[in-house]
DNA sequence: CCTTCCGTTGAACACGTGTTTAGTATCTTA
DNA sequence: TAAGATACTAAACACGTGTTCAACGGAAGG
């Protein structure tokens, strides 16, 4: 047996990331494994002889991305929490865009993976929200996990859709530039809300529970 | 040449129709020709007979469901807005979900279709914003339209990824119960905002705007 | 040196896809 | 009633896919 550390050169992991690439620019659906193969300069048996399958190719490249992304996010989260993670994104995006397209991917497949992704960023945000509000600087609200779903939908809906929302912003095609364009908005939607009266939220309230009067703060 | 109208119960409807079944339900990829056939209970070569070929199909099921969505939504619209749109769609959220699933699907694919979709959401986002900022309910936002694709971002997110939401809610699997559970914070969200200090607001405008200091209101 | 393993290739196979073609029944129309 | 168009089917075709298999080369080890 050989170390593991300087596997990582090999003709097998380059295949892995010739995947990799390619399934983040044209999706799982349209990636065929001779189109991979061809790329890296290989023929389409030998994919099959390190990695077993297609499917085999694929876990291999979803463990990868899985990986390094959680590594980092969790290393870089550490210390200050969500904001160095997201100062450090800010300062160079472009070092991000392989693995978030690929996780772009992942997300619009809707297989398996993808829900275990939603999954751990609605945990990731109900724990920001609950933080936020044992220190004051969240909103006490009355459903916290109705809360953290949404605006994980919000986060997965930007990423997944990033490059449409790009023609409709006259930038470029990238999820990137429209992840700045929307960080203004988004932090003046979080901060003074986005209407200037409470009157539908009480007449929300006020229709989903007809029967019996309650307060309107709990 | 027949009436039109009364076209729309041959079997070349039928196709048609159970095409966009299988399409709102396992997605355009995964649904062939020939379980399309098998389903309507006719031969593949009747598909490509009646419509052309798989493309000629496909646009037709397009046409159909915007045609019905937008007609809908027009008809719906004029009197009272958004709000009688979707308290209708509160009313009976199971005459929808067709064309709902079918439109979740074009989104996913991400063609040129799901992109004019999107445009047409966002301008429609805008609209509204517009008309709240003038008779007073809506915030004066300094980027209506960052606002207005961030908004449309989350609806099509919601849409898009409502079933794997619902896992994290814990609900059925129909998008429907989301948009159910989403309501009420969602709208709480929009009325009080998320924060309960502006000082991630005003920390974001000092960091994006450092070399002259500007008022913190236009 | 010989053998044995491992990485690698090229050709083939089985399968599912969209599409074509020939042929048959059914319906319309003069 | 006769003729012609139309609806429809069954079988086949061409193509792209994932996968298998026999073979070849070179490196490792006894």
Redesign the pocket.
């Known amino acids: 047996m050989r170390s593991a550390p300087q596997d990582d050169l090999t003709?097998?992991a380059r295949i892995r990331d010739t995947a990799i690439r390619l399934y983040a620019r044209d999706g799982f659906a349209k990636t065929?494994?001779?189109?991979i193969a061809t790329e890296a300069?290989?023929?389409?048996?030998?994919l099959?002889?390190?990695f077993g399958?297609?499917?085999g190719l694929r876990e291999a490249c979803d463990e990868q991305v899985l990986g390094v992304t959680t590594e980092r996010a969790s290393s870089k989260m550490r210390p200050g929490g969500l904001k160095h993670l997201m100062a450090e994104f800010n300062r160079n995006p472009e070092g991000y865009t392989l693995e978030m397209d690929y996780l772009r991917q992942a997300l619009l497949e809707g297989t398996a993976t993808s829900a275990s992704l939603f999954q751990h960023l609605v945990e990731l945000s109900e724990s920001v929200i609950r933080s936020g509000i044992e220190d004051g600087t969240v909103r006490p609200f009355t459903d916290i996990r109705g809360v953290a779903v949404l605006t994980a939908l919000t986060s997965v809906g930007s990423l997944a859709f990033g490059p449409i929302a790009a023609k409709a912003l006259g930038v470029e095609g990238d999820w990137q530039s429209v992840m700045q364009r929307i960080g203004g908005p988004g932090l003046e939607l979080y901060t003074h809300g986005f209407y200037t009266t409470d009157a539908f939220l009480t007449a929300y309230r006020e229709a989903t529970s007809p029967d019996h009067d309650e307060p309107q703060e709990a």
């Open positions: 003709t097998k065929s494994l001779r189109a300069g290989v023929s389409p048996g030998l099959i002889h390190h399958s297609a499917a």
